[in-house]
């Protein structure tokens, strides 16, 4: 198959609504911080992986089942329901109205829709082929398809679909049973599917959800097994004869495709290759019910998201969901009109921009307008600076206030100073037109290129137990194995460094790293002899630490894992990438995790089998997880301060654990004692604005103090599941 091309229209029109519900919006429940559509899965219906076992090659990411308080909504609210597609009956969207929706969109300065056309658990939204699991045979009695896509074509919205290549109905598994499986499911249901959406319903983009999954031979197999190039390549000649191009993302088991897909968050830096970032306007991309309005993107932070995106080159899609009765609620509502409001005005910033040579700060976003260069001041201020702007690179030949307001402005070495005179409000961000031109070449005296990196593993030829290697400036090449006893030590991290991958830095028994940054995102550092020590450093990849009595102190890094015993790990600062672990434990005993931060993991730190240990003082904000004991006894976490994160702490079995004096603050749960965990004890923790204080489920022993709550969502701050005996 060629390579599939992308359309014109994806590169004129960068901001889109995707349009996301399934059966599950009848319960639109999740803990705060998960995702609402898994309801099933979080209930234990899909499997613990949270894929039907099927076709679990293809699940596209893994969600916790089952989960505590989806068990407890669902027993209090939902007892009668006992299996999933019990729902259908109360899936009415009796008030659901496409060209509202398209209202929304047009005046949210949105220029495309994508529209979930099958979520995993299997239902169409359409009249689908070959399947009765179909909003116009059940539910709504409606094809919802046939009435968004006529809706985009009256407001030339340019419309698309998303459909999950991953199924969780019992279609699948009867598949499976007659031995057809993954080949039956491609033949019956996901081919004339997807054609279908195009042909008679006009899909201008094509949204799978498998690729980020699949790896490696698996992928391949994948790939042969569900035929999608050669569904993709049907697709495509459908288009043809209708006059239009596909875009396709990167989830639909193809070597090329239109544009790659990241959650979450943007990448740090542009990409010159067409990508879009698609994520909620709170945590959940569906509508979730527990959600309010401090868990939101306020109109000030999409516009940050959003002209990040642009300035980044890529497109972003924001996840509006309706409720049970077809309508969006207010919440969604009110941030995306606010900023289709001031979108107004800069229409041409989602719609004829393309990067500058830099994208900006937390402040200021550089976005490149025919001619000229647009800077979106974020925090509309009557003063600002554009850094990097500065006169050894560019000359600026004049600056104009998008809104004509009166100002004055200055280059010089550290950029454009620009003061607005009137001090006008300027709305919820400031524009300035610049024009500049490339500065004129300086005359080159010396030769500023960056020597080649001194190969390191010969500087420690020789180096004798208690010898200290001290390096100096520069960068220097690694694998290189510190040697027993050896201290190799730097002039600080933003000084020297050294640079490897897998494997780059491995320390011995009672060796030392000081001061020294391992850089390159797949450069591991090994510390796996005994008592060895890494101290002051920066480490792009993960630390991995298999020997006993092993110390992490002061290191900024994203994940540490360790193996051994008596593990001490204090004051690192560690980012995430919203999927992974901060620190992680496996086995042993008396660890120590103590006043490190952890900020963008799933999980910030997770122990497995760990005993006597201690995680105190830790200031940390996850997605999932802040504190998961996974098995443990006798652990001891106290006085850490947790936010935004969905379990602030998880005691998921084990003994005699015990929580106490910490601080948690907007997230869903203060504490949840889970699944055999005994003789728990969670007291003296100040629990403020999450949505419960204690969940116990399945822990007929666990103690609970007097714990402070204060704004807790539900009526009771503790909820205790069966055999609870507090």
Same mark, same amino acid.
């Given at each position: 198959?060629?390579?599939?091309?992308?359309?014109?229209?994806? /590169?004129?029109?960068?901001?889109?609504?995707?349009?996301?519900?399934?059966?599950?919006?009848?319960?639109?429940?999740?803990?705060?911080?998960?995702?609402?559509?898994?309801?099933?899965?979080?209930?234990?219906?899909?499997?613990?992986?949270?894929?039907?076992?099927?076709?679990?090659?293809?699940?596209?990411?893994?969600?916790?089942?089952?989960?505590?308080?989806?068990?407890?909504?669902?027993?209090?609210?939902?007892?009668?329901?006992?299996?999933?597609?019990?729902?259908?009956?109360?899936?009415?969207?009796?008030?659901?109205?496409?060209?509202?929706?398209?209202?929304?969109?047009?005046?949210?300065?949105?220029?495309?829709?994508?529209?979930?056309?099958?979520?995993?658990?299997?239902?169409?939204?359409?009249?689908?082929?070959?399947?009765?699991?179909?909003?116009?045979? =059940?539910?709504?009695?409606?094809?919802?398809?046939?009435?968004?896509?006529?809706?985009?074509?009256?407001?030339?919205?340019?419309?698309?679909?998303?459909?999950?290549?991953?199924?969780?109905?019992?279609?699948?598994?009867?598949?499976?049973?007659?031995?057809?499986?993954?080949?039956?499911?491609?033949?019956?249901?996901?081919?004339?599917?997807?054609?279908?959406?195009?042909?008679?319903?006009?899909?201008?983009?094509?949204?799978?959800?498998?690729?980020?999954?699949?790896?490696?031979?698996?992928?391949?197999?994948?790939?042969?097994?569900?035929?999608?190039?050669?569904?993709?390549?049907?697709?495509?000649?459908?288009?043809?004869?209708?006059?239009?191009?596909?875009?396709?993302?990167?989830?639909?088991?193809?070597?090329?495709?239109?544009?790659?897909?990241?959650?979450?968050?943007?990448?740090?830096?542009?990409?010159?290759?067409?990508?879009?970032?698609?994520?909620?306007?709170?945590?959940?991309?569906?509508?979730?019910?527990?959600?309010?309005?401090?868990?939101?993107?306020?109109?000030?932070?999409?516009?940050?998201?959003?002209?990040?995106?642009?300035?980044?080159?890529?497109?972003?899609?924001?996840?509006?969901?309706?409720?049970?009765?077809?309508?969006?609620?207010?919440?969604? =509502?009110?941030?995306?009109?606010?900023?289709?409001?001031?979108?107004?005005?800069?229409?041409?910033?989602?719609?004829?921009?393309?990067?500058?040579?830099?994208?900006?700060?937390?402040?200021?976003?550089?976005?490149?307008?025919?001619?000229?260069?647009?800077?979106?001041?974020?925090?509309?201020?009557?003063?600002?600076?554009?850094?990097?702007?500065?006169?050894?690179?560019?000359?600026?030949?004049?600056?104009?206030?998008?809104?004509?307001?009166?100002?004055?402005?200055?280059?010089?070495?550290?950029?454009?100073?620009?003061?607005?005179?009137?001090?006008?409000?300027?709305?919820?961000?400031?524009?300035?037109?610049?024009?500049?031109?490339?500065?004129?070449?300086?005359?080159?005296?010396?030769?500023?290129?960056?020597?080649?990196?001194?190969?390191?593993?010969?500087?420690?030829?020789?180096?004798?137990?208690?010898?200290?290697?001290?390096?100096?400036?520069?960068?220097?090449?690694?694998?290189?194995?510190?040697?027993?006893?050896?201290?190799?030590?730097?002039?600080?991290?933003?000084?020297?460094?050294?640079?490897?991958?897998?494997?780059?830095?491995?320390?011995?028994?009672?060796?030392?790293?000081?001061?020294?940054?391992?850089?390159?995102?797949?450069?591991?550092?090994?510390?796996?002899?005994?008592?060895?020590?890494?101290?002051?450093?920066?480490?792009?990849?993960?630390?991995?630490?298999?020997?006993?009595?092993?110390?992490?102190?002061?290191?900024?890094?994203?994940?540490?894992?360790?193996?051994?015993?008596?593990?001490?790990?204090?004051?690192?600062?560690?980012?995430?990438?919203?999927?992974?672990?901060?620190?992680?434990?496996?086995?042993?005993?008396?660890?120590?995790?103590?006043? /490190?931060?952890?900020?963008?993991?799933?999980?910030?730190?997770?122990? =497995?089998?760990?005993?006597?240990?201690?995680?105190?003082?830790?200031?940390?904000?996850?997605?999932?997880?802040?504190?998961?004991?996974?098995?443990?006894?006798?652990?001891?976490?106290?006085?850490?301060?947790?936010? /935004?994160?969905?379990?602030?702490?998880?005691?998921?079995?084990?003994?005699?654990?015990?929580?106490?004096?910490?601080?948690?603050?907007?997230?869903?749960?203060?504490?949840?004692?889970?699944?055999?965990?005994?003789?728990?004890?969670?007291?003296?923790?100040?629990?403020?604005?999450?949505?419960?204080?204690?969940?116990?489920?399945?822990?007929?022993?666990?103690?609970?103090?007097? /714990?402070?709550?204060?704004?807790?969502?539900?009526?009771?701050?503790?909820?205790?599941?069966?055999?609870?005996?507090?």
């Amino acid at each position: 198959m060629t390579a599939v091309t992308g359309p014109e229209w994806w /590169n004129e029109r960068r901001y889109g609504m995707f349009l996301h519900a399934n059966i599950a919006t009848v319960a639109s429940f999740s803990p705060i911080g998960e995702y609402a559509d898994w309801y099933w899965s979080h209930l234990g219906g899909v499997g613990k992986t949270g894929a039907s076992s099927a076709l679990t090659l293809l699940a596209p990411e893994v969600h916790a089942s089952p989960l505590a308080e989806v068990l407890a909504y669902h027993g209090d609210r939902w007892a009668h329901v006992e299996h999933y597609d019990d729902f259908l009956p109360f899936l009415s969207l009796h008030r659901f109205d496409a060209d509202e929706v398209l209202d929304l969109v047009a005046g949210a300065g949105m220029q495309f829709l994508v529209q979930t056309t099958k979520h995993h658990d299997g239902f169409c939204w359409w009249d689908a082929p070959g399947t009765m699991r179909t909003s116009v045979a =059940h539910g709504p009695g409606r094809d919802l398809v046939a009435e968004v896509s006529a809706a985009c074509r009256r407001r030339d919205i340019v419309y698309g679909t998303h459909y999950s290549i991953d199924d969780w109905s019992t279609a699948v598994d009867a598949w499976t049973a007659a031995g057809r499986g993954a080949a039956g499911y491609a033949a019956e249901m996901l081919h004339p599917h997807v054609l279908d959406l195009v042909e008679r319903y006009g899909s201008q983009l094509l949204w799978g959800d498998a690729g980020s999954a699949i790896q490696g031979d698996k992928r391949r197999r994948a790939a042969e097994m569900l035929a999608t190039e050669e569904l993709i390549g049907r697709a495509q000649d459908l288009a043809d004869m209708q006059g239009f191009a596909l875009a396709i993302n990167d989830g639909w088991l193809i070597d090329e495709a239109t544009f790659s897909t990241l959650r979450h968050r943007p990448p740090a830096d542009i990409r010159r290759t067409p990508w879009a970032l698609r994520r909620g306007l709170g945590p959940s991309p569906q509508y979730n019910r527990a959600e309010r309005p401090e868990h939101m993107l306020s109109a000030g932070a999409l516009i940050d998201l959003l002209t990040e995106v642009v300035a980044k080159g890529g497109n972003l899609l924001i996840d509006v969901g309706p409720g049970v009765d077809g309508t969006i609620s207010e919440l969604q =509502h009110a941030p995306l009109r606010a900023v289709g409001e001031w979108l107004a005005g800069h229409e041409e910033l989602v719609s004829r921009s393309t990067p500058f040579d830099r994208w900006g700060d937390a402040q200021v976003r550089y976005i490149t307008v025919g001619d000229e260069v647009l800077a979106v001041d974020l925090a509309a201020a009557s003063e600002v600076v554009l850094a990097g702007i500065v006169p050894e690179r560019y000359d600026v030949v004049s600056v104009v206030a998008d809104d004509g307001g009166a100002l004055h402005w200055e280059q010089h070495r550290g950029g454009v100073t620009i003061n607005r005179i009137d001090r006008s409000p300027t709305g919820l961000a400031g524009v300035y037109r610049l024009v500049v031109h490339p500065a004129a070449e300086a005359i080159q005296l010396f030769d500023d290129r960056a020597a080649a990196p001194v190969a390191l593993q010969p500087l420690l030829a020789g180096a004798a137990h208690g010898a200290v290697i001290q390096l100096g400036d520069g960068q220097y090449a690694g694998p290189v194995t510190v040697p027993a006893g050896v201290t190799l030590r730097g002039m600080g991290w933003d000084r020297t460094s050294i640079i490897g991958d897998s494997g780059a830095v491995h320390l011995d028994d009672d060796a030392r790293l000081e001061s020294i940054h391992v850089a390159g995102p797949t450069a591991h550092l090994t510390v796996a002899g005994w008592r060895a020590a890494v101290v002051g450093c920066r480490c792009d990849g993960p630390i991995e630490a298999s020997g006993h009595d092993v110390q992490i102190l002061s290191v900024i890094g994203t994940t540490i894992l360790a193996g051994g015993e008596r593990t001490t790990i204090e004051r690192c600062s560690l980012k995430g990438s919203f999927d992974d672990v901060g620190i992680e434990t496996d086995g042993g005993f008396g660890h120590r995790i103590v006043g /490190n931060e952890l900020v963008d993991h799933l999980c910030g730190i997770r122990m =497995h089998d760990a005993g006597a240990s201690k995680v105190a003082e830790n200031r940390c904000a996850s997605r999932w997880w802040a504190v998961h004991l996974v098995q443990c006894d006798h652990i001891e976490v106290t006085d850490n301060s947790i936010r /935004n994160t969905m379990r602030a702490v998880d005691v998921d079995g084990g003994n005699g654990s015990v929580v106490s004096a910490n601080w948690v603050v907007d997230g869903d749960s203060g504490t949840v004692v889970e699944f055999g965990a005994t003789d728990t004890s969670v007291a003296d923790n100040h629990i403020e604005r999450c949505r419960i204080g204690v969940l116990v489920w399945d822990a007929p022993t666990t103690r609970i103090g007097s /714990n402070r709550f204060i704004d807790i969502h539900e009526e009771e701050p503790c909820v205790f599941g069966p055999d609870a005996d507090t």
